[in-house]
């Protein structure tokens, strides 16, 4: 299925609020139990397999990184704004 901003950004927000998935000073971020039953709640609000859930999210965090990457490197001396 594609993917259009609005989708984007509803499994942004739903993903910010399933704290166990990327909040290291969770409690349950190391249980494997507790992260699956995270990424299930995900890929059924959104409707979408799991698989495809993670895929995107990855996909997400990749794009942000190196956006955040290319800002970061232009900043200085004579190298023009971004």
């Known amino acids: 299925m594609d993917w259009?901003?609005?989708d984007c950004l509803n499994l942004i927000e739903a993903f910010r609020l399933?704290?166990?998935l990327w909040d290291s000073k969770n409690p349950s971020y190391f249980s494997k139990n507790a992260k699956h039953d995270a990424w299930c709640h995900l890929a059924k609000e959104m409707k979408r397999p799991v698989e495809e859930i993670k895929k995107k999210i990855l996909s997400l965090q990749g794009s942000y990184c190196r956006k955040k990457a290319k800002v970061?490197?232009?900043y200085g001396t004579g190298k023009g704004k971004y």
Do not use: N
Request: no cysteine; glycine share 0%.
């Open 18 to 20: 399933q704290e166990v």
């Open 72 to 74: 970061k490197k232009s």
């Open 4 to 6: 259009d901003s609005k």
